[in-house]
């Protein structure tokens, strides 16, 4: 069996923002449950379906990396949240286990391999085994959006308010988990991770800049280096506000959604940092068609492929029953577009 490919990821980033043509590294994973003929329960619940699963789109796609899914519940589920799994939809967290301030002292940290997390590296540990001619990535969720499954995302909107103590409390436990977490994917040989912190996209910048920033910044200085990176990825509408408070996690690269205009935060972003995104993943892979969905991925490429550091990618994670015509016709039309231009 081959081992997995350690490779300078600074180094290939670099590389990515000199290359004229850039391949595509849309967030690309539970679709693959069309292409081996099984549910969303199926895939989340077996490791060698997963890695199998990376294996068939890697081969299908030329994608600039091969990304797991972008499943925000398994890292609640460790510590003790109720997840509802449906067999053609990403698995939600329900309810709420950190009521209030009391409980969030009580909460426990679980150890990594609880629940499902050490399915997850496993998964990923075998997908690097299969898929050795591109970067291999896990996903990840973020500190805050960890903690809004925890205390309900409602109440934790409210609880930076009114508990900003109790909502501290939660976010040093989640980071504390999420590390060790990360480092378990990095022992597992993959060559970075795609952090997922859209909850903080609904925060104004100034609690962004607190209840989120320094706790995602905490992480990746535990795990980040040349051979294993962190992209960040924030899928809410304030993302360009808060900018400088995103930037200042110093993550190797950025991965944005389609609630914001990309060409305007390619303004806002240094130069020599790599950003990706938009296409809509609900509205073009998801309910698009394969015309419209060239359309739109040529039209942001217009407007941002004349800055080096932009990659086109989807907006977010492609939903589970995104046709492949659309995802195929995705890929066409980065080809064409290049060709064209």
Same mark, same amino acid.
């Given at each position: 069996m081959a081992t997995a490919v350690k490779r300078n990821m600074i180094q290939w980033l670099e590389d990515m923002k000199r290359a004229p043509r850039k391949k595509a590294l849309p967030v690309l994973s539970f679709p693959t449950i069309q292409l081996m003929g099984i549910t969303v329960e199926e895939l989340i619940s077996d490791s060698d379906r997963q890695a199998q699963g990376m294996k068939l789109v890697a081969d299908r796609v030329d994608s600039a990396?091969?990304?797991?899914?972008?499943?925000l519940s398994v890292e609640a589920e460790a510590f003790g949240?109720?997840?509802?799994?449906?067999?053609?939809?990403?698995?939600?967290?329900?309810?709420?286990?950190?009521?209030?301030?009391? *409980?969030?002292? %009580?909460?426990?940290?679980?150890?990594?391999? &609880?629940?499902?997390?050490?399915l997850y590296i496993e998964a990923m540990h075998k997908a690097c085994q299969l898929i050795t001619d591109r970067p291999v990535l896990a996903g990840v969720i973020g500190p805050f959006s960890l903690a809004g499954r925890l205390m309900d995302v409602t109440e934790t909107m409210v609880n930076c308010y009114t508990e900003p103590e109790m909502v501290h409390e939660v976010m040093k436990k989640a980071t504390q988990f999420l590390i060790e977490?990360?480092?378990?994917?990095?022992?597992?040989?993959?060559?970075?991770?795609?952090?997922?912190?859209?909850?903080?996209?609904?925060?104004s910048p100034d609690l962004a800049a607190e209840f989120s920033e320094p706790y995602v910044r905490q992480i990746i200085e535990a795990v980040q280096d040349e051979n294993f990176i962190v992209i960040y990825h924030n899928c809410g509408n304030n993302t360009i506000q808060m900018i400088d408070s995103?930037? *200042?996690?110093? %993550?190797?690269?950025?991965?944005?959604?389609? &609630?914001?205009?990309?060409?305007?935060m390619l303004t806002k972003v240094p130069a020599d940092t790599i950003v990706m995104g938009n296409v809509d993943p609900a509205g073009e892979f998801r309910n698009g068609t394969p015309e419209s969905i060239k359309a739109a991925t040529k039209e942001i490429m217009a407007q941002c492929c004349s800055h080096p550091n932009f990659v086109i990618s989807s907006g977010c994670d492609i939903p589970p029953l995104s046709p492949w015509e659309n995802i195929d016709a995705f890929f066409e039309a980065v080809d064409e577009f290049y060709a064209q231009a």
């Amino acid at each position: 069996m081959a081992t997995a490919v350690k490779r300078n990821m600074i180094q290939w980033l670099e590389d990515m923002k000199r290359a004229p043509r850039k391949k595509a590294l849309p967030v690309l994973s539970f679709p693959t449950i069309q292409l081996m003929g099984i549910t969303v329960e199926e895939l989340i619940s077996d490791s060698d379906r997963q890695a199998q699963g990376m294996k068939l789109v890697a081969d299908r796609v030329d994608s600039a990396a091969a990304v797991s899914m972008m499943d925000l519940s398994v890292e609640a589920e460790a510590f003790g949240s109720t997840i509802r799994v449906s067999p053609d939809e990403v698995p939600t967290v329900v309810g709420s286990i950190v009521p209030d301030l009391e *409980a969030a002292e %009580a909460l426990q940290v679980p150890a990594v391999g &609880a629940g499902r997390t050490g399915l997850y590296i496993e998964a990923m540990h075998k997908a690097c085994q299969l898929i050795t001619d591109r970067p291999v990535l896990a996903g990840v969720i973020g500190p805050f959006s960890l903690a809004g499954r925890l205390m309900d995302v409602t109440e934790t909107m409210v609880n930076c308010y009114t508990e900003p103590e109790m909502v501290h409390e939660v976010m040093k436990k989640a980071t504390q988990f999420l590390i060790e977490y990360v480092k378990g994917y990095k022992e597992a040989g993959t060559n970075g991770v795609v952090m997922a912190e859209p909850l903080t996209g609904l925060l104004s910048p100034d609690l962004a800049a607190e209840f989120s920033e320094p706790y995602v910044r905490q992480i990746i200085e535990a795990v980040q280096d040349e051979n294993f990176i962190v992209i960040y990825h924030n899928c809410g509408n304030n993302t360009i506000q808060m900018i400088d408070s995103i930037l *200042a996690v110093n %993550a190797a690269a950025y991965h944005f959604g389609n &609630a914001i205009s990309m060409a305007e935060m390619l303004t806002k972003v240094p130069a020599d940092t790599i950003v990706m995104g938009n296409v809509d993943p609900a509205g073009e892979f998801r309910n698009g068609t394969p015309e419209s969905i060239k359309a739109a991925t040529k039209e942001i490429m217009a407007q941002c492929c004349s800055h080096p550091n932009f990659v086109i990618s989807s907006g977010c994670d492609i939903p589970p029953l995104s046709p492949w015509e659309n995802i195929d016709a995705f890929f066409e039309a980065v080809d064409e577009f290049y060709a064209q231009a």
